[in-house]
């Protein structure tokens, strides 16, 4: 897609006169509007398009209904619906009032393209710089950080279903690679066994039928890494991702073959530590996680906002890291991101989980 730039125009007339009678005491996103305008502007986005290609949607008003969506605890669909339905928010986006909006799917390729940029950090600090502008913000004061779960975008597996699914996308990522290659290495049993997701209900009753079904799935898995790292197979081969996940997936789950050439499903005291257990073939970088009572596979993040009396509360450093790193080897990191940002706290609040001897003095 192209970005033709547009500057931010006045809100149109009739959305004003309309959302003012609606909201006489205005709102959160009409405040928005009104104290820091548009916020983003188009350029700021213009390394994620192309030159060529269908005109983009404005992003600097899919900048600002993001950061409206995590205001308010949105999923993209009530964000879409919101852009498409409230006054408040066509008030802040610029919007006249018969405009129909966008299909929520926008949100999620805008996001994929911030990530893929490397410009998500840029949302934010845009907009801390717009309320240090308004004094909103500032170094000094009293800033506190915690902690929380986010669960990895994959579905909860157990190790027989990961491990089918891992050999699977394999498979998959290989017929679509090499297709002919492929065809010569399996039999039409394979087929049967890894067309469809692997679920739970389809697996095997009983330990015996699940411990037989696992020394399938990995000898089939054995057979397959055999021909791609052989001699004569194309060497670009083991470059695939998919690929190289399953290559590690069978070191962690299964014994190396014995004389017989036999594969044995490995007992659950000889797994690797859940820093280096891979959960699923789809995010092997997500992780299993516990902080108190809650326990989780997928990251944690850190958030650090500003929180002195009678201010307005801002989020000021976002940190994401795997899940199993403890809260206390972050905050020479948290307390060094603030600095560059010219927002260091005269009072960092954190719980004890933050602390050490070291980190005190």
Known sequence: MSLHSHSIAPIPAETARVAHAAFP?????????????GI??????????????QPAL?????????????AEGLSDRQAADAVRARLDWKYALGLELTDPGFHYSVLCEFRERLIEGDLEQQLLDTLLTACKEQGWVHAGGTQRTDSTHVLGAIRAMNRLESIGETLRAALNALAVAAPDWLLAQVSPDWFDRYSVRVEEYRLPKGDAARQEYASLIGADGVKLLSA???PDAPSWLREIPTVQILQRMWVQQYYAPDALGTVRWRAAKDLP???????????????????RSTNWVGYKVHLTETCDPEQVHLITQVHTTPALEGDVTQMATIQNELKEKGLPPATHLVDS??????ELV
Do not use: C, N
């Open 273 to 291: 530590p859940a820093a280096l257990w891979i959960h699923s073939p789809y995010d092997e970088q997500v992780r299993y996680g516990t902080k």
């Open 58 to 70: 404005a992003p600097w008003r899919l900048a600002l209904v993001l950061a409206l969506q995590f």
């Open 353 to 358: 989980g933050y602390t050490s001897a070291e």
């Open 228 to 230: 791609i790292y052989a």
């Open 25 to 37: 005491k205005g709102s959160l996103a009409m405040d928005l509007r009104d104290r820091l305008g």
């Open 40 to 53: 983003y502007t188009d350029e700021l986005f213009a390394p994620l398009f192309s030159p060529l290609g």
